[in-house]
Nanobody, 119 residues
Framework: QVQLAESGGGLVQPGGSLRLSCAAS????????MGWYRQAPGKDCELVAE???????NYADSVKGRFTISRDIAKSTVSLQMNSLKPEDTAVYYC?????????????WGQGTQVTVSS
């Protein structure tokens, strides 16, 4: 089993920055790709960014050039640096880790952290 714990959310003004962090505990060996998803009120959960064990990254078009995902394999942590934040970035952000052996098809999820962008 893998447990994920997010930190770093909060309230920020438009144009500001926040850094989200996610720390994994448990069986690190099974962790594959890690990433961040978000869900705004009344909207579906969407992928924000993800990074593979090899370091390949993928970003939602809406955050390209503003957000940067990074990962420390040894520490089993993943971070999301969010710059130039917009009100439409307001959402609950969830950390997700995939099981690289397919043993947990839905992956592992954190509890979520609220990000609010407002003046």
């Amino acid at each position: 089993q893998v447990q994920l714990a997010e930190s770093g959310g909060g309230l920020v003004q438009p144009g500001g920055s926040l850094r989200l962090s996610c720390a994994a505990s448990g069986n690190f060996f099974v962790i594959g790709a890690m990433g961040w998803y978000r869900q705004a009120p009344g909207k579906d959960c969407e992928l924000v960014a993800e990074v593979t064990r090899g370091g390949s990254t993928n970003y939602a078009d809406s955050v390209k050039g503003r957000f940067t995902i990074s990962r420390d394999i040894a520490k089993s942590t993943v971070s999301l640096q969010m710059n130039s934040l917009k009100p439409e970035d307001t959402a609950v952000y969830y950390c997700k880790a995939a099981n690289r052996f397919g043993a947990s098809p839905g992956g592992y999820w954190g509890q979520g952290t609220q990000v609010t962008v407002s003046s």
